[in-house]
């Protein structure tokens, strides 16, 4: 549809010159993100019977390091609809997934073998190991995988051409032969590897398909609507520590929302660039002057960025610590920044519930620790109370989501991601190498 859609408004656009061609480009841009999202085929769209589908899903999940369980399984449920999609159309499964950083060797906890017994409680049929996931006895597995089968491959990261996207190991992975290749690893589009975009190639070259999976689609359609014509007012709400990560992402979405809600560590940027103390807060030096840049650019073109009006501060990151409430421009030099104050979770509760589109990544404070944790928990319910009106709301940010999980408020959001760096690289407007690989639907 974008094709079709977009070509003429070029054309007109381009005729009139120079100036113009400012505004084409940005549609052409529009167009290359609206290809990227609804045009990408998935597994609803080709013939899977008695197919053999190498799927690569993320189960890189949390692990609890005392116990040694999985803390939350959200990434290996998420997949059960395409498994079960699969399974039902009458095609047998070769899983395909990182975990952990075993950096290139093999290290013995991080087998994945634990992720199979779990993924077969959970989906109530076999799931067979492999303890390869290249080589003559992985390839002789991968063969005997009959429709209705499921099969997961060791961890991706135990060989070196993974994140290398070394081509003779991509070719490795495709090797046994495929019928198609199916990407659910939403959480891991971002990074070009072997597994996630190189072997994508040697299955394409063999004439074969590669689709997206049902996650993965429905990722991309949520987070494709956060830039493609969102209802307004659209309100994003960006927290977090990893203030460098996301200012990309600040960049980007400024011209496209409504109001943009900065908590967490990453005010301290923001607050330092404008010459207020920070006292001992989480900040890293280097990102004040993209801070102060972005300031100047909100300021420039009137865009409405807001920082807290006031902080909670302690003496230490601590349960037992000291706490203060103060204004902001008022942290004392001997104390740190550890939530957003009660003024702040006022003002900024009000503009997300009035909103239609919310998107919030990181957040706001401290939250692990119990007396910092009120200015997430408090925005979390804003922005449940904002679904229930109606909202579209999207938590991206793994730590956000486990936030938003911990408080029992995820059903009440309208879609949680899975992927955090995935996300944020998507919000900032960047083709995934994971995405740009699979099939278009109009080619
Ligand atoms: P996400 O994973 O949602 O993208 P980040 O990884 O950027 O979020 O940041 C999450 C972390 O930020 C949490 O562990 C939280 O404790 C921390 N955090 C938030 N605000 C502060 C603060 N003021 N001081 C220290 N850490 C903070
Ligand atoms: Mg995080």
Redesign the pocket.
Known sequence: MSGQHFAPIFFERGKRGKHRLKFALRDLELAVILLALDMKKTIRDIDLRGKRALVRVDYNVPIDEATGKITDDSRIRETLPTLQYLLDAGAGIVLLTHFGRPKGQVVESLRVRFIASYLQDMIKRDVHYATHAVGLEADAQVRSVAPGQILLLENTRFYPGEEANDPAFAAALAAPGYDLYVNDAFGAAHRAHASTEGMARFIKAEGKPCVAGLLMARELEFLGQLLHNPARPFVAIL?????S??IGVIRNLLPKVDTLLV??????AFESAMGRPVGT??FKEADAPVAAELIELAREKGYDFRLPSDFLVADR?AADARVEHVPEGMIPLNM????IGSETIASYSAIIERAKTVLW?????????KP?SRG?LEVAKAVARATDKGALTII????????VKQMDLDDRMSHVSTG?GAS?EFLEGQELPGVAVLDDKVS
Do not use: H, Q
């Open positions: 927290g977090g520590v990893k203030v990560d996301k908590g967490g560590a990453m005010a301290y807060s989480y990151d740190m920044g550890m939530d990544n990181g957040p706001m404070g401290r939250f692990e620790v910092f997430t991206g940010g793994g730590d956000s989501a486990a936030a955090g944020l």
